[in-house]
């Protein structure tokens, strides 16, 4: 039987939606909104942890966040294809869930993971709804299904968003929802290399921004978000 969520964010890892949409994430499962993560990979090409480390680290993210699923689709880290059996693997997932949308990585990133998650999703949205193409799930043919719109999160690169989301509210589930990535950030008893991630302005500069960017709406702390269709609204109230 498929289950009807209302938003589904997909990262290329662990760790990729917390930092860049958790505020969000917190703030729709505290509004009584259904919410899935799919990450696409386990991380286990990352310069810290390992894929058993950071499974543990995003289980216990995902009951900070109270998602009502996680699931990694095991997909090889850095060698995200586009492929067949890639895209309709991501497109019986979102058969399964059936959300109404998507938050997907931006196509122009730093980290190549990013950007062919970002086509992965993409193809996966749109194929999803041609009937045609055929995906079982538990032995059963999936009926059709494409989400109504889908929004870009932001990760290294900067762009200007189309609407910028207040967390402010729950920034501080966001952040208990980072920190249990701890394998990934700064420790100054590591022994293992320093990355981007490590570093120990990496997490400011994620708050600054966050401030930054809630600062052009008038509040605390906003995450930004690209869409490329206009987003409509039903009330003038959205404005006021």
Not at 28 to 44: A, H, M, N
Not at 217 to 240: K, M
Request: net charge positive; with cysteine; proline share 5%.
């Amino acid at each position: 039987m498929n289950t009807q969520i209302d938003v589904m964010a997909i990262g290329a890892h662990p760790d990729d939606v917390e930092l860049s949409c958790g505020g969000t994430v917190a703030h729709l499962t505290r509004s009584g909104k259904k919410v899935v993560i799919v990450d696409l990979t386990q991380g286990e090409l990352g310069t810290r942890g390992s894929a058993a480390i950071r499974k543990k680290e995003a289980i216990r993210a995902h009951e900070v966040l109270q998602t009502n699923s996680r699931i990694n689709l095991n997909i090889p880290d850095g060698n995200i294809e586009i492929n067949k059996k890639n895209v309709n693997q991501l497109i019986t997932v979102i058969r399964k869930f059936r959300p109404k949308t998507l938050l997907i990585p931006h196509w122009l990133e730093r980290h190549p993971d990013h950007e062919h998650a970002h086509k992965l999703c993409r193809e996966a949205w749109f194929y999803s709804g041609l009937e045609k193409i055929k995906t079982k799930f538990n032995g059963k043919i999936q009926s059709p299904f494409r989400p109504k719109r889908f929004y870009h999160f932001m990760q290294k690169y900067e762009f200007t968003p189309t609407f910028i989301f207040d967390v402010s509210k729950y920034y501080s589930i966001k952040e208990n929802a980072i920190k249990c990535f701890e394998s990934q950030f700064y420790n100054p008893k590591s022994k293992e290399s320093e990355t981007l991630l490590s570093s120990k302005r990496f997490l400011e500069y994620i708050k600054s921004r966050d401030t930054h960017f809630g600062s052009i709406i008038g509040v605390d702390f906003g995450e930004p978000f690209y869409s490329i269709e206009p987003v409509g609204v039903n009330s003038f109230e959205a404005f006021l």
